[in-house]
């Protein structure tokens, strides 16, 4: 008979969370999961945000390898091509079970869409492309799925208040839960990977509302307790994260504005000032003001964002800047790389030494706005579009490419939100699973050749991920 594996995905789940609750005897399940198995720190990747990390951890590749390093690419007229599952690089480790005639289900995972075919199931995950496109594995199964009203990912994220933002995500994710427990029942799996997605209620109350956090693992527990059940007491179980959370940034630092100050980037006449529409949308905030408080958000941030495709002088342009949170992206306005390039391959390496001195010297209030840098060159070997210079923030600083007055700006108390750190969980137990507690800290490229050797797979040479002995 062959092995059975659940795995169970938790964006942005941290053991800065779990680990108080379950000494409080909040996460009977988890907590079940940490006595009788294995569990340590995962961490993430360079930037660690859903569509980089979880290619990571489904091929066992760096960013680099894969080609996912952001939400987006630029291409050579400056304009941004979103990142889909067609631009991984390589195969996911499903792809090595179902050769092996393993039969897979995949929830729900971020960044696998478009659905392909594989020994088993595929339901496309977050970043939601709606549900009026094909997002399944076989086509018909999308039809099952409309019938109980399944849903991607959530919308009008923005214009709803607090408790309905809540209500939506729980009831989304329940769904998920539902839908999971029904293709268990009813279909022959191997293999079941499902991701949730509570992450978003982590961003929106972390500050505010730890009770609501709480809240949130708890009723996951109570989904994971609820799945490992379904799947019976032969199953094997890993519950892991992308990345964990809980970074709050004090400052806001203005990358291009920086950039333009030590001229290397010139806009096009775009000075932005204290928009007197940034209060009217605290107001429209304060009074929970819907659909208008949304419109106003959308108007701000078309005002304040560059379109690098229309705002700035590229021939007056040496570079230009990305963030991701707590990573920093450099691109040089190479000649050849874009259509407007001014930046020949005999300056290329002058230009980013003074850009990478200023930067890791550059501090506000006496802190270090920057950590580390490194050339993209050699972290991203080989991809055409990536980055000439890549650098960790300094956690005091949220970075931003909006084009500000200033490049340092604090950000109000009330406005603080928390954003991604580094490390996420990894926890595995079953009948398969050796009871260790605790290890030292793994990589998120770790998971796939793990569960290749659950399975008896060789690890593929081009991974770089090693096998987790569990």
Known sequence: ????????????????????????????????????????????????????????????????????????????????????????????FWDYLSEMNIKCFIINVPITYPPYKINGIMISGFPSVGEKVQFTYPEELKEELMKDNYEIDSVNRQEISDRDFFRQIIHLEEKRKNVSIKLMKNKKWDMFFVVFRPEPLQNRFWVTNMKAIEKVYEITDRQISELIECAGENTDIIVLSDHGFGRTPKYNFYLNRWLADNRYMKMIGKKNKKLPIDKMYRILVKLGLGRLKYLAGKKIRSMRFINYSKDVEWEKSACFGRCSEETGFIYLNKTGRFDRGIVNKENVEKIKN?????????????????????????????????????????????????????QFVEIPKKDRKSWHEFEGIFIAAGPSIKKIGEIEQKKIVDIAPTILDFYKIKTPKDMDGRTIKI
């Open 1 to 92: 008979m062959r092995k059975k594996l659940l795995v169970i995905g938790i964006d942005g789940a941290t053991f800065d969370v779990i680990k108080p609750m379950v000494k409080e005897g909040k996460l009977p399940t988890i907590a079940k999961l940490m006595k009788e198995g294995i569990y340590s720190e995962l961490f993430s990747t360079y930037p660690s945000v859903t569509c980089t990390a979880w290619p990571s951890l489904t091929t066992g590749k760096n960013p680099g390898k894969h080609g996912i390093i952001d939400w987006h690419y630029y291409r050579k007229d400056y304009t941004e091509h979103f990142y889909n599952g067609e631009d991984i690089r390589g195969k996911r």
């Open 354 to 406: 003074e850009i990478k001195n200023k930067l890791i010297n550059l501090k506000y209030k006496g802190l270090k706005v920057i950590e580390k840098i490194w050339d993209g060159k050699e972290t991203y070997h080989g991809l055409e579009v990536a980055p000439d210079l890549i650098f960790k923030i300094n956690g005091e600083f949220r970075g931003l490419e909006v084009y500000e007055n200033e």
